[in-house]
């Protein structure tokens, strides 16, 4: 095979350690190799940078592993053209399972250019992930936090959740707060209902008419001080990702105009693919990296599975919210293709088929920057009127009707 790079590293990275292998072809056209293990404390990583730069390095490759990769990833990237390579596409071969050899086998691939990069986004994206990512885990501890406060109602007979829709709303909370300070009368607890809710008053004292317990009390007030310190928490990220949010605020707002996005998953889109498509070769590619198309897994002509690809588990649950949200829009195209699909692959392939088009949505308006255009909720029917034609007059003649079909005459 040609080699493509002349002098190049392969890196095979761990927790403490990583061990560096360099290929380099010398003026005799021979391969030379060189074997290194430096710490990867930050003067060992220094100390790699170095040596790579004096022999001449211009490209490195390593797996992404876990997080060890990224402290590597940020004292290399600026001095050489570093690739993060999927752990799965340059599996050893077995029986040849060593560090120093790993790292061999990573110089070799690269050398000969039989590696591809992985997305890694610019540092600035890379920090409204963390962000975003964090905010995520938060919001789903709140909601952990918030079953339990339900769970521990239930066991002190407080029926609350049977009235109101939200238990951790202004009105419940106020009421659960008198509860731990030691109010049992139900009256009194009703006509803390706030708005909308205090039309519910009388099936409101019956289900605040429980057996409170003094263990009921404590439990309920460490787990409402957890879950406001939660939220408090969540705004603070929210204000921080506002600020780190300002310089792709002209596509938040683009993005804004999907159905079923609204300013939180803009931001999470964002923050998992970038403003910057050219990264992405095409749209089609940008779903498969995302895992939001089928999987290809052919044999003999045979079609095993089609199961979608892992890709990314963020920008998934992402785009599956945010498709479950369009399904609930009217007059829309992407709740028009929800309806189509569901009736006959089921909701759950629906709910992907939509968040894969949300996507390639996505790809096409932060590419070419512009707004969204919705198709119309009558799209496929005027992409295949004739056939719809034909199934409904089919449907009425099975009815036991006769059809006759005469156009409407336009009006002058």
């Not at 501890?141 to 029926?159: G, H, S």
Request: glycine letters at 8%; a positive charge.
């Amino acid at each position: 095979m040609d080699s493509i790079y002349r002098c190049c590293c392969g890196l095979d990275v761990h927790k403490d350690t990583v061990a560096a292998c360099l290929r380099k072809i010398g003026d005799d056209g021979k391969v030379h190799i060189e074997k290194r293990t430096y710490s990867t404390m930050t003067k060992g990583l220094l100390a790699l940078s170095d040596w790579m730069t004096s022999e001449g390095v211009t490209h490195v490759a390593m797996e992404s592993t876990g997080v060890y990769w990224k402290p590597i990833w940020n004292i290399l990237e600026g001095g050489f053209t570093v690739l993060l390579v999927n752990a799965r596409h340059i599996k050893q071969v077995p029986g040849r399972k060593t560090d120093m050899k790993d790292c061999e086998w990573i110089a070799q691939l690269l050398q000969h250019g039989l590696l591809n990069s992985s997305f890694v986004p610019p540092t600035p994206i890379r920090e409204l992930r963390d962000l975003t990512r964090h905010r995520a885990k938060v919001i789903g501890e709140q909601a952990a936090v918030a079953n339990r406060i339900q769970k521990m109602l239930e066991d002190a007979n407080i029926k609350l959740a049977s009235v109101a829709t939200d238990v951790m709303g202004v009105s419940g909370r106020a009421m659960l707060k008198a509860i731990i300070s030691g109010q049992e009368d139900p009256k009194v607890l009703a006509d803390l209902a706030k708005r909308r809710l205090r039309g519910k008053i009388p099936q409101l004292k019956l289900a605040l008419e429980g057996r409170v317990t003094e263990h009921h009390r404590f439990m309920l007030g460490t787990l409402l001080d957890q879950w406001e310190y939660l939220e408090s928490l969540v705004k603070r990220l929210d204000g921080r990702i506002e600020d780190v949010m300002r310089p792709f605020q002209e596509s938040v707002e683009l993005l804004k105009g999907i159905p079923g996005v609204e300013q939180r998953t803009a931001e999470n889109l964002i923050a998992e693919i970038g403003n910057n498509m050219d990264q992405f070769p095409s749209a089609e590619h940008l779903a498969s990296w995302a895992g939001m198309c089928p999987g290809n897994n052919e044999s003999a002509g045979k079609r095993k599975s089609g199961t979608t690809p892992k890709g990314n588990r963020w920008l998934r649950r992402t785009l599956n919210q945010s498709a479950w949200a369009a399904s609930h829009t009217k007059n829309t195209y992407l709740s028009a293709q929800y309806r189509r699909l569901a009736s006959r692959r089921g909701k759950k392939r629906a709910i992907v088929a939509v968040g894969h088009t949300i996507l390639k949505i996505v790809y096409h308006m932060l590419k070419h920057k512009v707004s969204y255009h919705d198709l119309g909720n009558d799209y496929f029917d005027r992409l295949h009127s004739e056939g719809l034609k034909r199934y409904l007059v089919k449907r009425l003649e099975k009815l036991g009707h006769k059809v006759v079909l005469e156009p409407l005459k336009e009006v002058a």
